[in-house]
């Protein structure tokens, strides 16, 4: 029998899989919706906005949800409605139906988020090492899962809507069936309840101002990278299609070796070091123009950022004064503010200059992330918190790491 803190590892484990297989399931039937409702791109764009807009709107309340009620029930009710969104965003009868449930769908994913990030902080205080980036290696396996099933499925022959609702219902029972692993929720204090991130601040924003400077260039790979293959390195479809699996694949494999990395190096070092080599390589594969030099250059560019959230995520949830959850979503906000901006950010240099030079911002990014990072996590350790994982830890008052035989 599974010990305690192992099973809700487990269950936490679950949860950050299937938010990256909501994530990859949606994404890939985007041309789908685009042909199911004849959009233009500009359509498609304002669906996608809405979608962004109930991640951000939900995620500034996030940390009092979870303050409020666990995150364990967070995690359940958020849960639940993801895998009910997937299901339902096809079978929606029109265009405007759809935008109304892909703001759902961004409401949930995004409230899924904190909860299961805020649980994933409670598990690695049981366990007393880091786990946070393996926790994200699973939302990145869940993603490249997702991508995979979806093309099976296609070649199969399975209509887009019987995928979407199997993937719905698979979801929903998996997220049930771990609930009952998970840790048992804890009372807030009624400071931390009532209190809203609407407003980040302190070391918070600066934390939060990383986070959006590491998600720019996890969105300009997403956004642009194949692009920049196809279009400017003229390579044929099949090829310029591996430059963001390339750069998936990276950062799941930087994911899992990163609470080793943490443990032995600290936070600072990783997420310095981890800039610097992001930017580098970004910058190596702009001034290179090779297709297999821009594959191997994007693999670096993940590997680099790979640890930038869940360091960030660990770091906020021991600011002193607020909770984990407090701390978390508050970091999430700005970081998503990053992840949306970033890519109209490039496009629109892209259309006064070249994608090349527009992804210089990405290099450009990546370097300020390194220097910040020298900047503000030493002021953790001045505020009592240390960033450095093979110390002693330091953790806000009530949440100290619990025993378990």
């Not at 109930?54 to 993801?82: D, H, I, N, P």
């Not at 906000?333 to 070249?354: K, N």
């Amino acid at each position: 029998m599974l010990s305690l803190p192992r099973s809700a590892r487990l269950a936490t484990n679950v949860h950050f899989f299937l938010n990256g297989l909501a994530f990859a399931t949606w994404g890939v039937h985007v041309p789908t919706f685009k042909h199911l409702h004849g959009l233009s791109e500009a359509e498609v764009a304002l669906a996608m906005l809405a979608a962004g807009v109930g991640a951000l709107v939900a995620v500034l309340g996030a940390g009092a949800l979870v303050g409020r009620f666990g995150a364990r029930a967070v995690c359940a009710v958020s849960g639940l409605m993801t895998a009910a969104a997937v299901g339902a965003l096809l079978q929606l009868p029109s265009y405007w139906t759809g935008v109304m449930g892909l703001f759902v769908f961004g409401v949930a994913n995004s409230l899924f988020d904190v909860a299961m990030n805020a649980h994933a902080v409670e598990v690695e205080a049981a366990y007393g090492r880091p786990i946070m980036s393996s926790c994200h290696g699973f939302f990145s396996l869940g993603g490249l899962g997702g991508s995979a099933l979806a093309s099976l499925l296609a070649v199969a022959g399975v209509a887009a809507t019987t995928h979407t609702l199997w993937v719905a219902i698979g979801a929903a029972a998996l997220t049930i069936a771990v609930v009952p692993a998970m840790l048992s929720d804890r009372a807030q204090t009624t400071d931390e309840a009532g209190y809203s991130f609407m407003r980040p601040r302190g070391v918070i924003v600066l934390l939060g101002a990383m986070a959006a400077l590491g998600l720019v260039a996890e969105g300009a790979m997403y956004d642009w990278s194949v692009l920049y293959l196809r279009e400017s390195l003229a390579s044929p479809q099949a090829l310029a299609a591996l430059a963001y699996a390339s750069f998936s694949v990276a950062m799941a494999i930087g994911r899992f070796a990163g609470d080793r990395a943490r443990a032995r190096l600290g936070a600072l070092t990783l997420l310095s070091v981890g800039g610097t080599l992001a930017a580098s390589a970004m910058l190596a594969v702009l001034l290179i123009g090779h297709p297999a030099a821009a594959l191997a250059g994007f693999a670096l560019v993940g590997l680099g950022i790979s640890n930038v959230v869940p360091v960030l995520f660990s770091c906020a949830s021991r600011v002193p004064g607020i909770s984990p959850a407090h701390g978390i979503s508050g970091v999430a906000s700005l970081g998503y503010l990053g992840f949306l901006s970033g890519p109209p950010m490039i496009g629109a240099v892209a259309q006064v200059a070249t994608l090349p030079v527009a992804l210089c911002l990405v290099a450009l990014f990546a370097a300020a992330l390194a220097v910040l990072a020298r900047r503000v996590l030493p002021i953790m350790g001045e505020l009592g918190t240390s960033t450095d994982d093979k110390a002693s830890r330091s953790v806000p008052v009530g949440q100290e790491p619990r025993q378990h035989g």
